[in-house]
């Protein structure tokens, strides 16, 4: 029986937005948090805080 595969394209969209924290990605997507870490280090992932800062300065 196959398992279902998280959408790694999707968490790596999230994660790069900046928008929602690491542990709100995992919850949403069904990883745990430590997995994306590891993932985004491995990958050079970088988030854009950009959009988050201009929200807290408002």
Not at 5 to 13: G, H, L, V
Not at 30 to 58: N, P, Q, Y
Request: zero cysteines.
């Amino acid at each position: 029986m196959a398992t279902k595969q998280p959408d790694r394209e999707r968490i790596e969209q999230l994660f790069r937005a900046g928008l929602l924290s690491v542990r709100e990605i995992a919850s949403a997507s069904g990883v745990s948090h430590t997995a994306i870490k590891e993932r985004s280090k491995a990958k050079g992932w970088e988030r854009d805080l950009e959009a988050k800062v201009d929200s807290l300065v408002s």
